[in-house]
């Protein structure tokens, strides 16, 4: 079985500043890991995934992410964040051998981005 | 671009009485999902299908939860009797393969 803790429930940081959200996982099996993004009242979007190949894994509007195996981790970065980036962020992981594609998701953490 | 369609957006239901989500997906997306999201957590699974077949329901309340996707495409989800603690956001997703999905914009209930 798998399971995903997201570290932080809030972050709160001013506009252009860094971040990083954390996501550490656990399981006895190789994994696909995720992140998602949900506006208010909206569905979840992907923004980026890790399934082989390079650890570091990016998104179209500027986040990454990277895999660290021997720290069970997949945390999420950004140089410099917009007001638009104020959201709830998933961590999710699935099992890379099954076939189910079913996916364990974290608590989330709260981006609140302030001007 | 492509997207699963939910309905309704939002309901509001009393507690005892039915209620029932429809969700459209991607076309040509053999597995479908169903997650269930209460305030404040993450999503968890409710039942997934491939086709019209139930790959795992095991999270499923069956004594008041059901779900069909009898033709492999669209597929409802129904709670009878709804109960105070149903209330959240319903999701539901299609994927052509194991790798990620995509999601709808689900449908916010509230049991009153």
């Known amino acids: 079985a798998q399971s995903v803790t997201q570290l932080d429930s809030q972050v709160p940081v001013f506009e252009e500043a860094p971040v990083e959200l954390r996501c550490n996982y656990s399981?006895?099996?190789?994994?696909?890991l995720f992140w998602y993004v949900q506006y208010p009242n909206q569905g979840l979007q992907l923004l980026l995934k890790y399934l082989s190949g390079s650890t570091l894994v990016e998104s179209i509007n500027g986040f990454e992410a990277e895999f660290n195996k021997s720290q069970t981790s997949f945390h999420l970065r950004k140089p410099s964040v917009h007001i638009s980036d104020t959201a709830e962020y998933f961590c999710a992981v699935s099992d890379a051998a099954g076939n189910t594609g079913k996916l364990i998701f974290g608590q989330g953490t709260t981006l609140q981005v302030k001007p | 671009e492509a997207e699963v369609a939910q309905s309704p957006r939002y309901k509001i239901t009393e507690k005892s009485q039915a209620v029932a989500f429809w969700c459209d997906p991607i076309s040509g997306h053999a597995t479908l999902y169903w997650y269930r999201q209460i305030l404040g957590q993450g999503p968890e699974l409710l039942v997934q299908?491939?086709?019209?077949?139930?790959?795992?329901d095991s999270q499923l309340p069956k004594d008041r939860f059901s779900a069909e996707r009898l033709k492999g495409v669209d597929s409802t989800l129904k709670i009878q009797p709804a109960e105070l603690g149903d209330s959240a956001m319903y999701l539901c997703?299609?994927?052509?393969?194991?790798?990620?999905?995509?999601f709808g914009s689900g449908t916010r209930l509230t049991v009153v």
């Open positions: 997703a299609s994927s052509p393969a194991r790798n990620g999905y995509t």
């Open positions: 299908f491939q086709d019209e077949s139930v790959v795992d």
């Open positions: 399981s006895s099996v190789s994994v696909y």
